[in-house]
């Protein structure tokens, strides 16, 4: 039997936020800061946990991407997703991953953020992505989730979807912060934070 490995994504594999990332390159720097001053409001009843994650998100991904047609969103998604997302991994990612594919080992990533900037990362290097999904009204972006927030306890619940977990020998997980725990209790063996050393 195969093993199951499962990879958070932003903070254990990347060194920075993968939607910040997208967003600046997107807009650029002047453009990126100003929409952050204009959400300051939010991100601050958000570190003072005054705001749920996902809401946060919410406000975030409305304000620069409200209303952006689906297929110019996906599109620059793709192109970030193979130009930037290696140069945001942290040293050893690709080693670990690359030893684990070379087993033969199941590999998907269940992340917080959208399924749209991580999947072409996904598909290059073989790794099934599990991941918040975007509601889409008229071919467009409309900046609201569609279903739950991938964090926390539903990262089980669509890990589960996706494979029966009987079907493998052991339940590998990398994780970095509490939106991670639940995966990690699930997990035969878990790592927390395992390339903080070689960053």
Request: include cysteine; charged fraction near 25%; glycine fraction near 8%.
């Amino acid at each position: 039997m195969s093993k199951l490995v499962v990879f958070d994504f932003d903070g254990t594999l990347t060194k920075t936020d993968s939607m910040l990332e997208l967003t600046r390159y997107f807009f650029g720097p002047i453009r990126f800061v100003i929409g952050m001053a204009f959400l300051s409001p939010v991100l601050v009843l958000y570190k003072l946990k005054l705001l749920p994650n996902w809401r946060t998100k919410q406000y975030y991904l409305t304000h620069f991407f409200g209303g952006m047609p689906l297929n110019e969103f996906q599109t620059v998604c793709d192109r970030f997703a193979s130009e930037k997302i290696p140069n945001l991994l942290r040293p050893g990612v690709v080693e670990t991953i690359n030893t684990y594919k070379s087993k033969g080992h199941q590999l998907v990533i269940v992340s917080a953020s959208a399924e749209n900037w991580l999947t072409r990362w996904g598909d290059e290097n073989h790794l099934t992505v599990i991941g918040t999904n975007l509601e889409v009204v008229d071919g467009r972006i409309t900046g609201k989730l569609n279903g739950r927030n991938c964090y926390g306890p539903e990262k089980v619940i669509r890990l589960k979807e996706e494979f029966d977990l009987d079907d493998f020998s052991e339940i590998i997980v990398y994780g970095d912060s509490r939106g991670d725990r639940e995966l990690m209790e699930l997990a035969t063996q878990s790592f927390y934070k395992p390339f903080r050393g070689s960053s």
